[in-house]
Structure formats: C-alpha cells, structure tokens
C-alpha cells in the first residue's frame, strides 16, 4: 500500500504529520491542498514511501482527509507573507521595509464541483495553440500594441520607473479627513527590515505627534498606486488610493434635483437621523452571512431537514413619504 508523508523537513504549520492513502484521494487533491498553505510547500517535497505500520477503516481516512482540508482552510490566512520589500523614503531618510496586506477575508471559501459526480472543478493555464498546460515558470507578459505583441519581461518593468519600483517616496503631507473615503482600496502593514527599526520609530512618532498622512506613490504588481501613510496601533499603515480617472463620473446616473426635496420631509428626515445616532465601533458588526451559511453547511453535513428562506418585506408602500418617516421616529418599531 502506498501512504504520503509530509516531510518534516519542511515547516510544520498544522503541528502534525498526516498520512494520506492514494487510494482515497485524487493526485491533485493534496497538491491542492499545499498550495492554499502557501508556497513553501510542493508535491515534490513529500516523501512517497510503501508500507503504513499502522493500518485505518476507510471512514478514519475519510476523517482524517476532512480534517486535512477543513485544517488549511482555517490556517489559510494565519500567516503573513510580505507582498512587496523596498523602502520608504522621508526626506533623505531611507527605511528598508516590507508590506503585508492588513486583510483577510472573512467569507467561506466554496470549491466549484461537477453538478453531476461532485468532482472538484479545475482550471489550468492553457496554450491556446497546443492546447497544452503552460508551467507559470515559462509564462511571460506581453502587450498588444497595435496588433503587434510586444514581449516585456522584469528588467523592461523596472525601467518605466524603476525608482518607484523598490521606493516608496513620500511627497508631500495632508490632513486625512482631506481625502474622500470613495478612493480608499486597501490597506497594508508596514514592517521595519532589520536595519530600519530606528527610523521606522522615528516616522511612526512623527506621525502619531503631526496628526498628519504621508501622501506618496509606488509600483506594485506593474502597476502604479498612490497611497496615504499613517500611524495606526504601533504600526504603520499603508493604504492604496484611487487615482482621479478611476473614480467614474456620475453624469451618467439619472438623479434627482435638489430643489424636489421638501422642508417638511427634510426636517423630518433630519430627527431620524439625529435619533439613530451612535459612536462607531467596529466590533460590533460581524459578519452574519457566513456564520449562518456555516450553521446550513453543518445542518445539511448531519442530514438535518431545512427550512426554506422567507424573505421579510418591511416596507409599506401604501404610504407617502411623510406618514413612513413618522412611523421610522417610533421607538418601539423594528428597523429594517
């Protein structure tokens, strides 16, 4: 019998050595599997070896495959990976630094199946000539410039601003509330590298004492951004911001004047909000969609019976404007 022994060589992040029978697992299936722990781990790198001491049912495999997965799935986004090293640079001041993305995504992560056996769907990166898998060791970027592709390989990326490449540069100062939250897009750690720890201090201090942002630009992933840092919680943060152009205009969308909006209505409108009132704290909203669909995997995981969704309409139609913004200042009435 054939079993597959995670090396030990490599860093055990599950705290285990898992044995998985090829019998009861597709090739691809741990392979799968490794690549979601990140890239230190590969196919390659186990042991294939003959013989097992101690021999287990089909439904302890099973277990234990189920474990496997659900395992990676929980750890997926337990450890960072820097996505960029370089330096900030303030002034002549250069801090050697990487960035780390500061999210992580809180929904379950589905796997797209075969309707009709429930085999997991896969795609490959194919030549569309040979139709033939393509290893990512032997794609390149290129552009279609005028029907022509033009190939471009690292060095040809580097050179539209290979400054900007490996330095981010703050140019300038600003208030944050001077940037409107539509071109905020994500956010990222800033970590100090070795030799940077002092300065790195110094720019978090500068910060914290200013209550101002830096505002600078850099290139990640071929592409340009620019970005506000700031000090937040011991650390530095560094969020991307959208360009002008890549805000849309709003020409295009059909509104409503200004001038239809009543005193009476707005008056009224004005209570409400002055009634729902609260400080924002982030802690606590959750997200309740994938808590319940987990509660739905787990119920139908036992064979449970479930109930089919109803749908709660909470708007009265019937009425106008003013008669439902009175009925909204009632205390004792649910919101929608």
């Known amino acids: 019998m054939l079993s597959l ?11 285990y050595n898992y044995f998985i ?3 009861m697992l597709r090739p691809n299936y741990l392979q799968r599997a ?3 722990m990140g890239n230190n781990w590969d196919i390659t790198s186990c042991v294939v070896r003959s013989g097992c001491n101690s021999c287990l049912c089909n439904s302890d495999v099973k277990a234990l495959a189920l474990f496997f997965n659900i395992s990676i799935r ?4 337990s450890f960072m990976r820097a996505l960029w090293t370089g330096a900030i640079g303030f002034g002549l001041v250069n801090i050697p630094i990487k960035i780390y993305s500061a999210t992580q995504d809180s929904s379950l992560d589905l ?4 309707k009709k056996d429930h085999a997991h769907i896969h795609f490959k ?3 569309e000539h040979t139709g033939k898998e393509v290893a990512w060791e032997n794609i390149i970027k290129g552009y279609d410039y005028e029907g022509k592709m033009v190939v471009l390989d690292e060095k040809d990326l580097k050179r539209a601003s290979a400054e900007k490449s490996d330095l981010i540069e703050i140019q300038s100062f600003i208030k944050e509330e001077e940037v409107d939250s539509m071109y905020y897009e994500t956010p990222y750690y800033v970590e100090p590298q070795k030799a940077g720890h002092k300065a790195y201090a110094l720019l978090r201090a500068a910060l914290e004492k200013s209550k101002m942002v830096g505002l600078c630009s850099f290139v990640l992933r071929t592409k340009e951004h620019l970005a506000i840092i700031k000090a937040s919680e011991g650390a530095i943060v560094l969020n991307k911001i959208r360009f002008k152009e890549e805000i849309r205009d709003t020409s295009e969308l059909k509104l409503p004047a200004k001038t239809e909006v009543k005193p009476t209505e707005l008056k009224m409108a004005m209570a409400l909000i002055q009634q729902l009132e609260t400080k924002f704290d982030i802690a606590k909203y959750k ?4 808590s319940s669909l987990m509660k739905v995997i787990k119920a139908k995981a036992k064979g449970q019976k479930l109930a089919e969704p109803k749908l709660k309409v909470t708007r009265n139609t019937k009425k106008d404007l003013m008669d439902q913004l009175r009925e909204s200042l009632n205390p004792k009435l649910k919101r929608a």
């Open 5 to 15: 022994s995670i090396d030990k060589s490599k860093p055990a992040m599950l705290g």
């Open 21 to 23: 029978f090829m019998e």
């Open 34 to 36: 490794l690549t979601r």
């Open 74 to 77: 929980r750890f997926k986004t």
């Open 111 to 114: 796997d797209m199946l075969d």
């Open 125 to 127: 990166r194919v030549n």
């Open 287 to 290: 997200d309740q969609y994938t």
